[in-house]
C-alpha cells in the first residue's frame, strides 16, 4: 500500500476513534455501574502547557470505549444492537498498511521475533501486506462505546463469519489479563427476568453461546436451564457491597459479560465518590 494509502487509513482511524466518544463520562466506573449520567462539569481553565506539564490523570476527559474482538461480527452487532439495544455510531474497515500493522500490531511482532517463529502461527495478521484486513463498528450506549473488531483474510467479506485467528477455548474471568464489559440493569427492572428475557431472546436468534450463570450450583446445562428464576442473579445484602446485585455471563462471541444493579448504601457510596470527583476536578 502506499504512503499516502497508510497515512489515509491511519487518519481515518483516528477519526473513527475521536467520533465515537459522543456520550462518554468522566468517571466510567461509577456511571456505568449504577446509570447515572455524569453531569457536565467544567474543568478549571489553565494553558496548555500548565497542562501538559501537570498530573497525567489531568490530561484525560476518561474512558473513550471499551474494544472487542470478534469471530463473527454481524453476529456480535445483532447481539450488541438488537438484543441489548445500542445504536450504531459509525462504521468504518478494510484498514491495511504498514502504519496501522505498526500501530496495532509492534509488540506482537517483536514478541513473535524473540520466540524465533512466524508472526502468523501466533495469530498475527499481515495487515501490513494486506493478507488479512480489520473493520470496526462502534455501538453506543447511554453511558459508553463497545467498539467491535473483526481481523479477517482479505478474500472473506465485510461482517462474516470467518474471522482471521481462532477464538480462545477458555474464558475464564480468573485469568490475568482478562476482561469484562459490564451493564447496569436500571434501578426498577426486575434482574431475574431480565436475565431469563436475555437468554431466550438470543437463543431465538441462534445465539446460543449466551448463557447467564447461576447462583445454585449445577453439574450440567440442562440443570442450569432448569434453575429457579431467583437463581439468575447473587443479590448482596451485607457489607460495604450491599445494595449490589449482579450476575456473570457469556456472550454471544464467548466473551465475558457482567450485568449488574445498584441500589441503597452502594449506590450511595459511588454517587458520593462520583461528586467528590468532579469537585476536585
Known amino acids: 500500500m502506499s504512503n499516502i494509502q497508510d497515512?489515509?487509513?491511519?487518519l481515518t482511524r483516528r477519526a473513527v476513534l475521536k467520533s465515537a466518544g459522543v456520550a462518554m463520562i468522566a468517571g466510567l466506573t461509577t456511571s456505568a455501574a449504577f446509570g447515572t449520567t455524569a453531569s457536565a462539569h467544567t474543568m478549571p481553565t489553565i494553558g496548555t502547557q500548565e497542562r501538559n506539564a501537570g498530573p497525567l490523570g489531568g490530561r484525560l476527559q476518561g474512558v473513550q470505549h471499551f474494544g472487542l474482538t470478534v469471530q463473527n461480527m454481524d453476529r456480535a452487532?445483532?447481539?450488541?444492537?438488537?438484543?441489548?439495544?445500542?445504536?450504531?455510531?459509525m462504521r468504518d474497515g478494510d484498514f491495511q498498511g504498514e502504519r496501522?500493522?505498526?500501530?496495532?500490531?509492534?509488540?506482537?511482532?517483536?514478541?513473535?521475533r524473540l520466540r524465533g517463529v512466524?508472526?502468523?502461527t501466533m495469530g498475527v495478521p499481515d495487515l501490513k501486506g494486506g493478507s488479512q484486513r480489520l473493520d470496526v463498528r462502534f455501538i453506543q450506549f447511554e453511558n459508553v462505546v463497545i467498539e467491535l473488531l473483526q481481523y479477517r483474510d482479505a478474500d472473506?467479506?465485510?461482517?462474516?463469519p470467518r474471522s482471521f485467528a481462532e477464538p480462545l477455548d477458555h474464558m475464564s474471568p480468573a485469568f490475568?489479563?482478562?476482561?469484562h464489559i459490564c451493564f447496569h440493569i436500571r434501578d426498577d427492572v426486575d434482574f431475574n427476568k431480565f436475565i431469563a428475557d436475555l437468554e431466550a431472546e438470543s437463543a431465538k436468534r441462534g445465539m446460543t453461546q449466551v448463557r447467564a450463570n447461576r447462583v445454585i450450583t449445577v453439574t450440567s446445562e440442562q440443570e442450569r436451564r432448569a434453575a429457579p428464576a431467583e437463581a439468575n442473579s447473587n443479590g448482596i445484602t451485607e457489607g460495604k457491597s450491599n445494595g449490589w446485585r449482579l450476575i456473570y455471563c457469556k456472550g454471544p462471541e464467548g466473551e465475558q459479560l457482567e450485568f449488574v444493579q445498584a441500589l441503597g448504601q452502594v449506590k450511595r457510596v459511588f454517587d458520593n465518590a462520583r461528586?467528590?470527583?468532579?469537585?476536585s476536578s
Open 7 to 10: 497515512e489515509k487509513t491511519d
Open 77 to 89: 452487532y445483532a447481539f450488541y444492537t438488537d438484543v441489548l439495544g445500542g445504536t450504531e455510531v
Open 100 to 112: 496501522i500493522h505498526n500501530t496495532l500490531l509492534t509488540d506482537q511482532e517483536i514478541e513473535a
Open 118 to 120: 512466524n508472526p502468523r
Open 156 to 160: 472473506q467479506p465485510m461482517g462474516g
Open 176 to 179: 490475568p489479563r482478562m476482561m
Open 275 to 279: 461528586e467528590a470527583r468532579q469537585k
